[in-house]
């Protein structure tokens, strides 16, 4: 074997031990997003810009407080929202952190996770960090994207400490219903495993949150940014036991110890405002009917049609036959100026992700381009 063989199965060996892996959709994200004039990749609604848009208030900003384990008015606003005491509430930087605090948590001893394929790609890489084992959950198309509790009963075992998920599924739109989440709860408390629920997008479908995976003994994590168009607060939050709140509380003091008060306390009076809330409802709504021009796409180009979403704002594509979904992305920037997800980076080789809750102009603009591409490929 030549030294440039070594060399090379070394840096293999190394990458396969790293106790941490980039998030390559984040990175791609953030270096390839602001190439293209048009963005079929935003998977929010619409930022809001000042906080004089948002109706009630007046929202003042204070950043000074006490918000040790979490702002305590906004635990309780959330505790309200879901039905909880507000120590079942974790409060950290983003739904992102969340889903790694309570990761981190629940594999602090190790252990095997099995974690949804395909998957929202950072949820995938937070868990990878703690577990020993990973085990890929199938949600397979001819299934809908919907996990199958009878393939779960093979996967799981007595080593099987967390189960991760998401609702509405990331990339797919697919909704699981509280009776799904309930079966696969109670599988999972057989074995002493319990389940994540990354429900961000849920909102789009449920605002009732009393109905959210909370309600089935699960743990569901939400945030402020993909319902509510307010990502740079990056407040985020997790709903579970208090065992596992406490612990994910203890996890955070290596991290960020506590948030920034600043963040918290505005999105408590935000979430504490029924008027506002009404008014996020109401934008969500709004944001969801750009799925006039993806079904407008299918219709115009069925090879395209991969999977019906059942709510939200984002959606897969097939791509047409033999498609390299990066390489039509990267086409789709320098030919047509447009931007969408690469399936690949989900686990959907050969699919590309496209969301289509921003500007109506600008949304059908993209989709028009998107569709030349497909005539051109």
């Known amino acids: 074997m030549d030294s440039a063989s070594v060399a090379l199965r070394s840096d293999e060996e190394k990458r396969r031990s790293m106790r941490w892996k980039p998030v390559e959709l984040l990175e791609w994200a953030m270096r390839e997003h602001s190439r293209a004039g048009f963005k079929l990749s935003l998977s929010s609604v619409p930022t809001v810009q ?11 900003p204070k950043i000074t407080g006490s918000n040790f384990f979490g702002h305590l008015e906004l635990r309780k606003t959330l505790g309200a929202m879901y039905g909880v005491e507000p120590d079942q509430i974790l409060v950290a930087q983003g739904a992102a952190e969340c889903d790694f605090l309570i990761a981190g948590a629940v594999l602090q001893q190790g252990g095997t996770a099995i974690v949804e394929a395909p998957t929202y790609q950072p949820i995938f890489r937070a868990v990878e960090c703690f577990a020993d084992r990973m085990i890929q959950l199938p949600r397979r198309i001819e299934n809908r994207c919907l996990p199958d509790p009878d393939e779960l009963r093979k996967l ?11 609702n509405l599924h990331n990339p797919t739109g697919v909704r699981m219903d509280a009776g799904l989440l309930r079966e696969i709860a109670q599988l999972a408390g057989e074995h002493g495993a319990v389940v994540l629920v990354d429900e961000v997008f849920l909102p789009m479908a449920e605002w009732d949150y009393h109905k959210h995976a909370s309600a089935s003994n699960c743990i569901t994590v939400g945030s402020m940014d993909k319902c509510y168009g307010l990502s740079n607060l990056r407040v985020g939050w997790a709903v579970g036991s208090s065992d596992v709140i406490n612990q994910a509380n203890s996890f955070n003091m290596l991290l960020g110890v506590h948030q920034p008060f600043v963040t918290e306390d505005l999105a408590s009076q935000i979430l504490g405002d029924k008027m506002a809330r009404a008014w996020f409802c109401a934008r969500t709504a709004e944001a969801q009917k750009g799925r006039r021009f993806y079904d407008r796409f299918i219709e115009e180009h069925p090879q395209s049609k991969y999977l019906v979403p059942d709510a939200g704002i984002n959606g897969i594509l097939a791509l047409p036959a033999g498609g390299d979904d990066r390489k039509f992305i990267e086409a789709l920037a320098a030919r047509k100026d447009t931007v969408a997800f690469p399936g690949s980076l989900f686990g959907l080789p050969g699919t590309i992700r496209v969301s289509y809750g921003g500007d109506p102009v600008e ?15």
Do not use: C, H, Q
């Open 50 to 60: 000042e906080l004089s848009e948002i109706p009630g208030g007046p929202y003042v």
């Open 156 to 166: 799981i075992d007595d080593t099987t400490k967390l189960i991760a998920l998401t």
């Open 363 to 377: 949304i059908e603009e993209g989709f028009k381009r998107l569709g030349e591409l497909y005539r051109e490929w």
